[in-house]
């Protein structure tokens, strides 16, 4: 499995040179956001594909484009470490799976999709409902089960959704999503919108039966799914090549075509995600294998060392992170200076710091919360105690 | 007494409604009339709209008492006569017709028709989009329909078997039942789940099972159970136009049924139960096909002199304890009979949900009449051993009035 291995000195002249830039020593340096100019650059390790086309591994970002991804990188981080010490701090309970190391794959999906095309993912997905316009307020509020987050505090860490944003969920059990995915892209299709829906499952998930009949029904209807497969090479504890006969998620699709990307390479996932939207709107669907690495264990329960290596931890952290890749790049282009970076993640600690606060602030939900949202409202349907003497539940 | 009033007035959402002549032409007229409110309030200190009227309309059905069918006029009847499920397939039509959401997922449902015959004609209709044949493959087509229902989509999965679904229950149980109070109100799953289950004809083990009992506890998902054409029709349109994931169990025995149902359109209430013969010695309650091996028994225990309410509760999930609780503090005594197994069954729930609110009413323990704790056999009279005969009911009704 080729990994990437971005040199790592820090000398600007070694690193990913732009194919065709226009730097003059005037221009540059521009913080602001409407710095519109093209700026292409190639993938550290090109497409890998199956039954189809790679995509040209030349991709077109604007300035303004990489500083928001390294900007929406270092709130994801910031907010997976914050939520690590919450966690420890026992305000958050039960199950917490940190999605650190993988940023590159939520916020280059992001840069190719509209809000019209819908998401839906496993537990992981703290960083993707943020990329999918959650708030950091939403986001702690929901993991410290208060009402202002944004299932009201009664799903968790494992059940966040954005409705209006096309953002649907966050599910607990591993592979159930993949056919509701298929499900939307029905939908989507039947609606006649011209959107896609990126479903999204682990390495674990890909051994799912009902992956594979989804799969096959997606394909049968030509449904503008797109399977991706977040390959961080765990699933839970167990390595890939113990759980897999077949490592190469994205060739398991047989039939279906498949194209392996690095995914901690933003631009990459970019390029891949806008490849594959064009692909499922008019063959049907694609599978999208994102070679990716968490730097936590599997959640806040697992060390993350035991079936792994510290050296192997730090060794991604040092040649692969998506972030130091980002603004090994920013730094190359002279988009910002190292000091201005460094205050961009001053600002996103606070802004994270603040939300906590916020979200410590916000109120529990109250007991009647208990018994809404059990039905949707109907004929006359509605929830119980178990002491139907003592507790009522009012339809709201 | 407030409190069984008080657990009574909980489910009288449509005491301003007619069971019969539950005319909803259009949704809007019905969210306006739920806007009112007052219904829908549970008030503690047990006041209840009194609708002990709707107690005395008898409802026609196929297995008519000889009192009832004298009454029938060789006038022309209004109505036309049809198998349930062909009207089965009368609802579902309509509600295509009324909805261009609304589309149809299964096995063999569409080129095929059906393998009951429920869907049949409607491909060539509506075209392959609205009506689906799917691999088999339940778990995963269930949790499309689920992910589709999300969007705002009102499919219609069909199970071959109720049986099958037992590959589904995961998508059943936690997507479909769950998403609406994990997402915090955010989703809405109207799917309808329906297929035919229970005790057929020497059909084996594994394709004799009632699911109800296993989906009871589910949060979040309603279950309805048809018997006959006229409530078959009705049901199956209330069930598409809920915002609530709905199972409709159907039994494999029923679908040639022939029933007079209305021309005109009607959906029955999916929390009400079917008052189907009023009486003043003994309430009993059944649903589905058990609903016809007590009628055949109320005959017999009417020539012995005997006077025995039967309700078909339809609603299995959430019950309708208002009708029920009527019913016992008039009659006193319960008898319930079902196809579900002993343990666990939906027949177990009801014995404690009329414990818990209406021990007051009852003058000696309910029974409960369930199928044998056994898989089905496939030989003929074993497999009739397994579910209750309609001898059974007499002698338990007698049991009770002693």
Redesign the interface.
């Known amino acids: 499995m080729a990994l990437a291995h971005v040199a790592s000195s820090t000398s600007r002249s070694n690193l990913l040179r732009p194919i065709s830039a226009i730097v003059s020593p005037n221009l540059r340096r521009q913080l602001s956001t409407d710095d519109t100019r093209t700026l292409t650059i190639e993938t550290s390790v090109p497409f890998t594909s199956h039954q189809c086309e790679s995509p040209s591994r030349s991709v077109d970002t604007t300035p303004s484009e990489l500083l928001s991804f390294f900007r929406d990188m270092a709130t994801m981080r910031r907010m997976e470490i914050a939520a690590d010490s919450l966690y420890k701090a026992k305000l958050i309970r039960g199950f917490c799976h940190l999605y650190d190391g993988q940023e590159a794959v939520a916020v280059g999906m992001e840069s190719a999709i509209t809000k019209k095309d ?1 998401i ?1 993912t496993a537990y992981r997905d703290h960083c993707t409902f943020l990329g999918r316009g959650g708030t950091l307020l939403q986001v702690f509020s929901e993991l410290m089960g208060r009402i202002d ?8 860490s494992m ?1 966040f ?3 209006d944003s096309g953002f ?6 591993v592979g ?1 999503q ?7 892209a ?6 006649k919108d011209g959107t896609v829906t990126f479903a999204l499952y682990g390495d674990g998930a890909a051994n799912q ?2 992956l594979f ?2 799969l ?2 997606s394909a ?2 030509d449904l503008p799914a797109i399977l991706v497969c977040e390959n961080n090479h765990y699933g839970m504890g167990t390595a890939e090549w113990r759980a897999a006969k077949s490592p190469a998620y994205y060739k398991r699709g047989d039939y279906v075509p498949g194209l392996k990307v690095d995914g901690m390479d933003a631009l990459a996932v970019k390029q891949a995600c806008k490849f594959a939207k064009e692909h499922a709107l008019k063959n049907g669907p694609i599978i999208l294998e994102m070679d990716t690495y968490r730097y936590h264990g599997h959640s806040m329960s697992d060390p993350g060392s035991t079936y792994r290596t510290r050296d192997e931890i730090s060794g991604v952290r040092q040649e692969r992170d998506p972030i130091e890749r980002v603004r090994k790049l920013i730094l190359s282009h002279d988009l910002a200076t190292e000091k201005e970076l460094k205050d961009t993640e001053k600002e996103v600690r606070k802004l994270v710091d603040d939300a906590i606060a916020q979200a410590k602030e916000s109120p529990m939900p109250e007991p009647h919360e208990l018994f ?13 105690g178990a002491d ?2 003592e507790v ?4 709201p | 007494m407030a ?1 069984i009033v ?2 009574a007035t ?5 005491k301003s409604f007619d069971s019969r002549k539950l005319h909803l032409p259009s949704r809007g007229s019905l969210s306006v009339s ?1 806007r009112k409110g007052s ?4 008030r ?1 200190d047990g006041s209840v709209v009194h609708k002990a009227h709707r107690a005395q309309k008898l409802i026609t059905n196929a297995v008519a008492t000889k009192a009832d069918s004298s009454a029938a006029s060789t006038a022309p009847k209004p109505g036309h006569e049809l198998l349930l499920f062909e009207a089965l397939r009368e609802g579902l039509e309509e509600e295509m017709d009324r909805d261009p ?1 609304v ?1 149809v997922m299964g096995e063999d449902v569409g080129h095929y028709g059906g393998s009951y015959k429920v869907t049949k004609g409607l491909a060539t209709k509506y075209g392959d ?1 609205r009506v ?1 044949d ?2 088999i ?1 339940e ?15 009102r499919p219609i999965v069909e199970g071959m078997n109720m049986g099958f679904l037992l590959l589904a229950f ?2 059943i149980s ?2 479909c039942g769950m ?10 799953i ?1 799917i309808v789940i329906r297929g035919p289950g229970g005790v057929g004809r020497q059909l084996g083990a594994e394709h004799s099972q009632r699911l109800e009992s296993y989906f009871q506890s589910i ?2 998902i ?1 279950m309805v159970a048809c018997s006959t054409p006229y409530n078959a029709k009705g049901l199956m349109k ?1 069930a598409i136009r ?3 994931p709905v199972i409709l169990f159907e039994h494999v025995l029923l679908y040639n049924l022939k029933e007079r149902i209305p021309d005109e359109e009607y959906v029955c ?3 009400e139960a079917e008052m189907v013969r009023p009486g003043e010695h003994v309430t009993i309650l059944t649903y589905s096909r058990m609903r016809y091996h007590v009628m055949q028994a109320a005959k017999t225990l009417v020539n012995k002199g005997y006077d025995p309410e039967v309700i078909d509760i339809r609603s299995l999930k ?1 019950f309708d304890l208002h009708t029920i609780g009527n019913s016992v503090k008039k009659t006193h005594r319960v008898l319930i009979v079902e196809e579900c197994m002993r343990t666990g069954g939906i027949g177990a729930s009801l014995t404690a949900a009329i414990t ?2 209406f021990n007051d009413y009852l003058d000696a323990p309910i029974i409960c009449l369930s199928s044998q704790d056994v898989p089905t056999p496939y030989a003929g009279t074993l497999e009739e051993w397994t579910v209750v005969q309609p001898a059974q009911i007499v002698t338990a009704v007698e049991q009770l009035c002693q």
């Open positions: 819908s839906i987050g944004c299932s009201k505090g009664k799903g968790g059940h959704y954005k409705k649907y969920g966050g599910h607990g059990i159930a993949v056919p509701l995915g298929c499900g939307l029905f939908a989507q299709k039947y609606k039966g009902q009949e989804a096959n029904i049968l209807w809404t949202n059990v039905y949707a409202k109907g004929y006359g349907v509605e929830a119980f139907r003497k009522r539940a009012v339809l | 409190t008080g657990a909980a489910l009288s959402a449509s739920e219904f829908l309030v549970v503690s959401t589309c989009l689906l799917t691999p493959a778990n995963s087509f269930t949790g499309m329909g689920i992910g589709a229902a999300m969007t705002g989509l995961n998508q936690n997507n998403l609406h109070y994990t997402s915090g109100g955010q989703f809405k109207p949060p979040g309603q209330a809920s915002e609530n209430s999916l929390e959430p818990e609110n």
